[in-house]
């Protein structure tokens, strides 16, 4: 069973920066692993996903240019790097994991969750 934990949310004003952590247990180095996130009023969005051995990772085109998604198989943890944060960025943020290494856009492709982490940026 894989378990993952999210920390690093905060609020930040526009313009600044924030990286996500997302810290797993269980089986990890052959998952891919996904960042997605809700904001309020709204269904849960995709945002960046990475493959197994960080080879493939695709991006919303929300956030294409402005996040980074990382992972480091050694330390079981997955990172959104967030810059040029803006107020439309606010949302729980939420770390996903899958039973397969490749990466997925679709919420129903992973296995497990997070509880998310809240991330507020004032304008």
């Known amino acids: 069973q894989v378990q993952l934990v999210e920390s690093g949310g905060r609020l930040v004003q526009a313009g600044g920066s924030l990286t996500l952590s997302c810290a797993t247990s269980?089986?990890?180095?052959?998952?891919?692993m996904g960042w997605f996130r809700q904001a309020p009023g709204k269904e849960r969005e995709f945002v960046a996903t990475?493959?197994?051995?960080?080879?493939?990772?695709y991006y919303a085109d929300s956030v294409k240019g402005r996040f980074i998604i990382s992972r480091d198989n050694v330390k079981n943890t997955v990172y959104l790097h967030m810059n040029s944060l803006q107020p439309e960025d606010t949302a729980v943020y939420y770390c996903?994991?899958?039973?397969?290494?490749?990466?997925?856009?679709?919420?129903?492709?992973?296995?497990?969750w997070g509880q998310g982490t809240q991330v507020t940026v004032s304008s």
């Open positions: 996903a994991a899958r039973t397969l290494g490749t990466p997925a856009i679709v919420e129903g492709a992973y296995a497990y």
């Open positions: 990475i493959s197994w051995n960080s080879g493939r990772r």
């Open positions: 269980g089986p990890f180095s052959q998952n891919a």
